[in-house]
């Protein structure tokens, strides 16, 4: 079974601490992706990467980064965190193609206080 | 680009019902269509997803799908519901690297 592990399923912060999200997978997959989700919005993309180093914008990048230096792990950076930024977060992972299947973490609860 | 739309936020049904929830999907491509349901503090899970071919999805846990392209639709179906079908359900579409997401449907099963 793949499995897609968050290092966090909790976390409190203060508005301006910087943030880490952490994300690992163990099959081996070039894609992985940083989901947030909120009420009546679905899940909406924040940055994916299709390969070490690698890294694309997603739909709302705005006050986030990522970075992947090895293959299995994908970390999300919140510079400075803000009360806007509250949410459920995702990580999921996919071998290479449209038709494959995404593989999603148990998912972080953020908020900022 | 390629959007989602599902119809209804929440849907209620009694045990042994029908469960019918419906998406609608914009794409300039063949599409890739995707269900994942989400159990109250978990991650997505996949139900099922159609490709190429048949129309007729069968996924997991008794839901399947129909990919009706005359239409844009690839509304969801369960003949009767079960008290652990209650879950957020998710209808997506992908393109070459990407998934997007419809809004959500809430389904409530009653006893």
């Known amino acids: 079974d793949v499995k897609v592990t968050q290092s966090s399923r909790y976390l409190v912060k203060r508005t301006g601490e910087k943030v880490f999200l952490e994300c690992v997978q163990d099959?081996?997959?070039?894609?992985m992706f940083w989901y947030r989700q909120d009420p009546g919005l679905g899940l909406r993309l924040i940055y994916f990467?299709?390969?070490?180093?690698?890294?694309e914008k997603g739909d709302i990048p705005e006050g986030y980064s990522v970075s992947r230096e090895k293959k299995e792990r994908f970390s999300l950076i919140l510079e400075s965190a803000s009360t806007n930024q509250t949410s459920m977060y995702l990580c999921?992972?996919?071998?290479?193609?449209?038709?494959?299947?995404?593989?999603f973490g148990a998912g972080t609860r953020l908020s900022v206080l | 680009a390629q959007s989602v739309t599902q119809l209804g936020s929440h849907v209620s049904v009694s045990e042994g019902a029908l469960v019918l929830l419906r998406c609608n999907y914009s794409?300039?491509?063949?599409?890739?269509l995707f269900w994942y349901v989400q159990y109250p503090n978990q991650g997505l899970q996949l139900l099922l997803k159609?490709?190429?071919?048949?129309?007729l999805v069968k996924g997991i846990n008794g839901f399947e799908a129909e990919f009706k392209k005359s239409e844009t639709s690839f509304h969801l179906t369960k003949p009767s519901a079960h008290m652990s079908d209650a879950a957020e359900y998710f209808c997506?579409?992908?393109?070459?690297?990407?998934?997007?997401f419809g809004a959500g449907t809430t389904v409530t099963v009653r006893a």
């Open positions: 997506a579409v992908s393109d070459r690297y990407k998934l997007s």
């Open positions: 794409s300039s491509v063949p599409p890739y």
């Open positions: 999921a992972s996919s071998p290479p193609g449209a038709k494959n299947i995404q593989y």
């Open positions: 099959m081996d997959h070039e894609n």
């Open positions: 990467s299709y390969d070490v180093k690698m890294k």
């Open positions: 159609y490709t190429t071919g048949a129309t």
